[in-house]
């Protein structure tokens, strides 16, 4: 047993306050103690109804009493294990290649690529919607004994969500109650939930009344009180905006290492560096094959994008080796080389006084793949 | 939480139901997706202002009954009731989505889908069992074939001068070179055709089957020699003849042409006309169908053997004056109402009722077990077959048996498909095969049943005995087959879904 930091207080010191809720939310998850939880949905109430501040000395204070508990350590397990797997479409000239992948709980996955190039297919296949054609597919600590366990325990969010009816907090009820919460639990659970998500405003709303983003918001709420072990999401960014991208992802990272249930998350996107942010590895999909593997492949050389109103000229007057090399899509330089670091390519670009509008790194991002 | 989930929009829902829903979304997730409690509200409802409407209606029981149109109409509503109940159906899922789902809660799904087809075809029947309780309250059955028997002496005394005394004679001659086939002591198979006449004209010939019927049926016999008999009869004084199966549910009988006879002839010289009269004409004023008037009477007359026998032919003024034809069918309008549903037609009730519940459960039961898709091709396949069965049957002229050995197999090729590795994949003609074999597994103990019946050689015994051993047959196999559909569910359907439903697509 060990007790852990209290993050709440460290976003409050910074003034993060919406951060500090979602914090004290998920510290309360963990604590598995029905009262915390109660006392972190009322602060969240009271912080979204803006009344005052007093909510922030309680916040911190029920954050030092969560935290002063024992917490039992997370122990991953490997959740899944894909090896060689390929699918083939009848009629179609579209192959899947042989893709390896391993996760383990806690663990996300980030798997891009550009469109038509078998990232769908291959989180079908992982989601147990798609039969292989070749390869083996086996969830060893998902303890299911049937693939109806299985599909129960791996949810997969598409891209285009299934239409849902009722009221958004009857779905939430209901699927509350299929994973075992009832009573007071159940709606301690889904109160949890829409404050979590922030879907509280709009509990008593239908699919037809919030917009595609907060029906991105519902689904993972409503797969998320399932306790899925292992979470596929299909472009799960695609309808959310730039700050709703960086909470949802930041809330998947803290997501799959909760300690009361952990879960391994997969998802893709064209969202490169927000799913790399928080990705432990990531997948480049580029014509049905795994292009790059992040945590198999070795870099070798490094790459930055550059946004500049000097001429290409004028940067190839500058890079004159020949291990660099500068490409030009229309509207950004990217600049790789094998013999310079980034940081060196930086200096170099100040040293002889270029104007930078934009400047980014891309060494260890799947963005270098896009511009080769 | 819960006040805010009353803000469900729910019509006509009292806010016990509605604490109820939340509880059951809330603790009872399965049993709230099946939206039983709502069917069940929902047709209370509705049949409270069916019975309501049919109870206020102005509705003289001694007319037609007109009840047939309301039937319709609340087949009708039943079909709108359904469809709504499927589209709310549609909504929640615990199967499709992969929740906690044993073979028992697939089990449990079945009973309430059963329970709620059962209300949901209970509302066509309402109209007729409202109509039925209205008649019984205004006419009690043991008080019809009282005041029937009571009306047919009064008329007897009325009309007293003009009635025949003399018995019907038949002679008959037995010859039992006749054909016996299709004969039996059942008074069923007994029919006026059963004999022929000698050659003088004015004896019947008949066998040993239908003189020993006459001896026990006749009101009097005499011998005339070893193979000649003469059947005595007295006239017929039921002048009001209804419906026999009142004598059933009041227990009391009607007055048989002969008692009534001797009645009638020992009374009359003690009979005060004047009050008879009166009485009569009460009476016909409590049962005359007002629909009838004086004008029937001729057609009457033309029409009814019987009442050539019990008046003299000149004599049609009697009927006209009694309105015979309008008491009768006042009372035989009431006998109906009373016996639309009724110990009578039990059994044909019960199955109009029972066979659409029980096939809409399990149709509802397919339709949430396997994708929308595969659930109308299944039932696209299934007519597909019926129609070829149909034409392969015809083609090869089968006889009843063989054309159902034939259906017995294709069941036998749905369990099959049923079961055939499909790789590991959802594919459709498997699911196709799931669905079609649940979908017909009850009919497999009836179709053994109609191969046994009718590889049966002819029937020695009577035809009642006959027929009450081939309906306790079907009956029998009835039960296996409601029987069979929960235990092939448990063991062996759901599992199959199971599989079938949680694998992967091609």
Sequence with gaps: MTSIDNPVRRSLKHGDESLAIRKLLDLSYESKKGEFQQKAIELSRNFRANKNDSWKEEAALLSDQICSEPFTPFNPQKLIKAVGISKKYKGSDFKLNPVNLELNQGEVFGLVGENGNGKTTLLRILAGQLKLDEGSLSFPSLGAVDGFSIRGRVAFIPQRIPRWYGFLRDNLVFSAALSGHYGHENSLMVDFMLERLNLAPYANLTWDQISSGYRTRFELARILLFKPGLLILDEPLANLDINAQQTILSDLRDLAISKRSPMGIILSSQQLHEVEKVADAVIFIKNGGCFYQSQLDEINESVIELETPASREQLEEIFTSDTTRIRYNGSYFSVSSSSLSATQILEELIKHKISIQYFRDITQSTKRFFNA | ?506
């Design chain 2, 1 to 506: 939480m819960i006040r805010k989930l009353f803000s469900l929009n729910r019509p006509l829902v009292p806010s016990f139901l509605k604490k109820m829903d939340v509880r059951l979304m809330a603790n009872y997730p399965l049993l709230w997706s099946l939206r039983v409690h709502l069917v069940l509200w929902y047709t209370l409802i509705l049949a409270l202002f069916t019975a309501g409407y049919f109870f206020l209606k102005p509705d003289d029981p001694r007319q037609d009954s007109e009840v047939y149109f309301p039937i319709s109409v609340m087949v009708i509503l039943a079909l709108i009731s359904t469809v709504v109940w499927l589209i709310f159906l549609l909504r929640f899922n615990v199967f499709k989505r992969f929740g906690h789902y044993k073979s028992w809660h697939a089990c449990v799904s079945f009973t309430a889908y059963f329970i709620s087809a059962l209300a949901i075809f209970s509302l066509p029947f309402l109209p007729a069992l409202i109509e039925d309780y209205r008649a019984t309250q205004a006419f009690k059955p043991q008080e019809i074939v009282e005041e029937v028997n009571a009306m047919n002496v009064q008329l007897a005394h009325l009309t007293y001068d003009s009635l025949i005394t003399e018995w019907y004679r038949d002679t008959v001659l037995v010859n039992d070179t006749l054909a016996e086939k299709g004969r039996s002591l059942d008074s069923e198979s007994y029919t006026e055709l059963e004999y022929s006449m000698d050659s003088a004209g004015y004896r019947k010939v008949v066998n040993r089957i239908y003189c020993g019927k006459r001896i026990i049926q006749g009101d009097s016999f005499q011998v005339l020699a070893r193979n000649s008999f003469v059947f005595f009869e007295v006239p017929d004084y039921q002048f009001i003849e209804v419906d026999g199966r009142l004598e059933a549910i009041s227990g009391v009988e009607f007055l048989r042409p002969e008692p009534l006879y001797f009645k009638i002839h020992k009374e009359h010289p003690n009979i005060n006309l004047e009050e008879a009269s009166n009485q009569y004409f009460e009476w016909m004023r409590k049962y005359s169908n007002p629909e009838y008037g004086l004008q029937y009477v001729n057609g009457v007359i033309e029409s009814s053997s019987r009442y050539r026998e019990a008046f003299d032919a000149n004599t049609p003024f009697y009927l006209a004056q009694y309105r015979i034809q309008a008491v009768e069918s006042g009372i035989e309008n009431i006998v109906d109402r009373q016996f639309f549903i009724s110990v009578y037609n039990k059994d044909v009730m019960l199955r109009f009722w029972l066979y659409p519940s029980f096939f809409l459960a399990i149709l509802v039961w397919m339709f949430r077990h396997s994708t929308t898709k595969i659930f109308f091709l299944s039932l696209l396949v299934g007519f597909i077959v019926s129609v070829l069965v149909g034409v392969f049957t015809a083609l090869f002229n089968l006889s009843l048996s063989e054309s159902l050995v034939f259906q017995l197999m294709i069941w036998g090729g749905f369990l099959s498909l049923s079961f055939l590795s499909s790789n590991g994949m959802r594919n459709a003609i498997r699911g196709i095969g799931l669905n079609l074999t649940f979908l017909t597994v009850f009919f497999i103990p009836l179709l053994v049943h109609v191969i046994y019946w009718d590889s049966q050689p002819e029937w020695p015994y009577s035809y009642s005995i006959y027929s009450q051993a081939q309906a306790e047959s079907m009956a029998r196999a009835e039960w296996i087959g409601a029987v069979l559909v929960p235990i092939f569910l448990y063991f062996i359907a759901f599992p199959l879904y199971r599989n079938w439903y949680s694998s992967p697509e091609a």
